[in-house]
């Protein structure tokens, strides 16, 4: 590719992809180690990449592949990843009663989150955080879009039952935090956010 140096694909998509390995990872340090390893790799691979790639897309799937490869080896899936972290929020002018159901909410949203299936749980978190479409989304998991549809579904499907009888916390408490920015050496614009949508969005149910 090299149709712009490689300092500018840093510089534009470092901070997203940190973000994203500290969502699925839980663990800055890991977050640390294994953003680092993805410019890496995408460093030695990019002259080979297409004048038409997404860049982002290529390296969310890069990204993705070191998460699943970390989880597998560390064989810690089910214990070491908590909470995707929820944003703090202004008292609810509704009173403590309504926050308190709130925070119940989110606790019981963040538990689900993380014990689901990892292609579910990388899927929920690519498409509903992030935004990728699901040809990228199937790219990143080794499947087709259909079945990046369907991991996004069933683990929508799963958190909607968890939280049955419970008031959905507002999507932007589980999609914004306040996550670290990441290591401050990396110069240029911040990543693209994610367009406003609701994260319980029922589109992807179609």
Same mark, same amino acid.
């Given at each position: 590719?090299? =149709? ?14 940190? &973000?994203?390995? &500290? ?7 890991? =977050? ?29 799937? #890069?990204?993705? *592949?070191?998460?699943? *490869? ?54 929920? #978190?690519?498409?509903? #955080? ?5 040809? =990228? ?11 990046? $549809? ?8 799963? #958190?909607?039952?968890?939280? *049955? ?15 670290? =920015?990441?290591?401050? *050496?990396?110069?240029? /614009?911040?990543?693209?956010? /994610? ?7 029922? $589109?992807?149910?179609?």
């Amino acid at each position: 590719m090299g =149709a712009q140096p490689f300092e500018t694909i840093v510089g534009a998509h470092h901070g997203e992809i940190y &973000r994203y390995l &500290r969502r699925v990872t839980s663990r800055t340090a890991e =977050a640390e180690d294994l953003s680092q390893e993805t410019f890496l790799r995408a460093y030695r691979a990019y002259r080979t990449l297409g004048p038409e790639a997404n860049v982002r897309a290529w390296l969310f799937a #890069i990204a993705t *592949n070191l998460s699943r *490869n970390h989880f597998r080896s560390e064989k810690r899936r089910r214990v070491a990843h908590q909470a995707i972290s929820v944003e703090p929020r202004e008292a609810d002018p509704e009173g403590p009663e309504h926050e308190a159901r709130l925070g119940e909410a989110r606790t019981l949203l963040e538990t689900t989150v993380q014990a689901l299936p990892l292609k579910q749980r990388l899927a929920f #978190i690519m498409r509903k #955080i992030h935004d990728l479409d699901y040809e =990228a989304i199937g790219r990143s998991l080794d499947c087709s879009a259909e079945s990046a $549809r369907a991991h996004v579904f069933q683990a929508l499907r799963k #958190i909607r039952l968890s939280l *049955n009888g419970h008031e959905l916390p507002p999507a932007g408490g589980v999609e914004r935090r306040a996550s670290p =920015a990441g290591p401050t *050496n990396v110069a240029g /614009p911040g990543p693209r956010p /994610p367009r406003a949508h609701s994260a319980w969005s029922d $589109r992807d149910e179609a």
